[in-house]
């Protein structure tokens, strides 16, 4: 790869800090809790990669939470809160699974309770290219890789239950903070939307 790693240089290197992502490959995860070390961070993966020999070893030597289709069980969530509490940087997908395409998907609404439920500053942070890694190690061309980090935000006092529809609604102003930093060809669901910020504002 060649990335512009740079960029990095911009994050915070104190938590607690919740950083949200978009989803095209394998790769972004690793590349962020590679090179934003030293910071403490956790992240989270499909229950599936820890059934498996070689990914499995990763995930736990990564202290990655396990998720399920059906969303986070009470024993991943505490560990999420945990994590959180002690400032570390927590790294999410808010789309859920890959979309392989380098394109957005629309986001689950979990992302946005925990961000609300712990008041933890949010960064969003997209990688293009990583999705033409295997047509370009055939051809053994380099994959270039552009980081893109946005502005820090929190969600703006809310007062009341957090209802789905309420969820949902925050989770999308999110992607929509993943989407700005995207090409408009990249935004997938959320193209042609205005970038409004009903609920969040920068730090």
Known sequence: FRLNLDVLESVRTTGPLLIITNHPSIFEGPMLY???QPRNMMGLAKRELFLRRRSGWLMRLWEA????????????????????????????APEGTRTNEGVLNRGKPGVAYIAYRKQVPVLPITTEGFELFWSNLKRLKRTVI??????????????????????????????????????????????????????????
């Open 34 to 36: 590679v090179f934003l």
């Open 65 to 92: 939470v396990p998720v399920d289709l059906t969303g986070l069980s009470k024993s991943s969530m505490d560990r999420i809160f945990q994590a959180i509490d002690e400032a570390s940087f927590l790294v999410i």
């Open 146 to 203: 552009t980081i893109s980090v946005g502005e820090p935000f929190e969600f703006h006092q809310i007062t009341g239950r957090l209802s789905p529809e309420l969820r949902q609604e925050l989770t999308d102003e999110m992607m929509l903070r993943l989407a700005c930093l995207l090409p408009e060809d990249r935004r997938g669901y959320y193209r042609d939307r205005e970038f409004q910020w009903r609920h969040t504002r920068n730090l």
